[in-house]
Nanobody
């Protein structure tokens, strides 16, 4: 069965660090790009980071560039997001997603087919 699930969210103080994890089973990890998204209540979903099938290319939103790092382990079928220097505006539900459509590259947000249920990150001042 194809399943995607996130974990690692929590409540912490501004300036702290947190590492999110994602598992995606039932997929060929050499064929897919993986990405992280986040959403605040009442606002549209925002793409945060993406990494291609062999970790040769990655992309970050301007709002997190320099603070967040995306990585993957194809042998284990896992994806990570290391978040440093967290700010209150980073508070959101964070989602992991898989892109099976564009040869293992990041493509467009609409190319992501499989989504997890989300993990909440709350940053206090």
């Amino acid at each position: 069965q194809v399943q995607v699930a996130e974990s690692g969210g929590g409540l912490l103080q501004a300036g702290g660090s947190l590492r999110l994890s994602c598992t995606a089973s039932g997929l060929n990890w050499n064929d897919i790009a993986m990405g992280w998204f986040r959403q605040v209540a009442g606002k549209e979903r925002e793409g945060i980071a993406c990494i291609n099938w062999n970790s040769a290319n990655s992309w970050y939103a301007a709002s997190v560039k320099g603070r967040f790092t995306i990585s993957r382990d194809n042998a284990e079928g896992t994806l990570s997001l290391q978040m440093n220097d967290l700010k209150p505006e980073d508070t959101a539900m964070y989602y992991c997603a898989a892109n099976l459509r564009v040869g293992g590259n990041c493509g467009r947000a609409t190319d992501f087919d499989l989504w997890g249920q989300g993990t909440q990150v709350t940053v206090s001042s």
